[in-house]
C-alpha cells in the first residue's frame, strides 16, 4: 500500500526540525516569516506553523528554502 504519511501521521518528515532549528535561532514563526519573505519567498507565519506541526506537505523547492535559511544541507534536515 502506497503511504504519503509518516508513521506517526505527519504530512512531513522534517518539521520537527524546522522548529528546533527556528527555536535555537531565537525565531518567532512571524519573524521567521518575515525573514523568508525578505529574501522573496512568499510565506507567512501560517505556512511555518503549519509545516511545524506537520499538517502540511513539504516541497523541494521548499526544503531548498529552509536549508539555505538555516545554513544546513538538506539531509539535515531530516534528522531529529
Given at each position: 500500500?502506497?503511504?504519503l ?25 512571524r ?50
Amino acid at each position: 500500500m502506497f503511504k504519503l504519511k509518516a508513521d506517526d501521521g505527519r504530512n512531513n518528515l522534517c518539521g520537527r526540525k524546522i522548529e528546533k532549528l527556528r527555536k535555537e535561532r531565537g525565531l518567532s514563526q512571524r519573524k521567521m516569516g518575515a525573514k523568508l519573505q525578505l529574501t522573496g519567498y512568499d510565506v507567512d507565519n501560517y505556512f511555518i506553523r503549519r509545516v511545524e506541526n506537520g499538517e502540511r506537505f513539504i516541497t523541494d523547492i521548499e526544503l531548498k528554502m529552509f536549508s539555505e535559511f538555516f545554513d544546513v544541507s538538506i539531509d539535515e534536515l531530516f534528522k531529529e
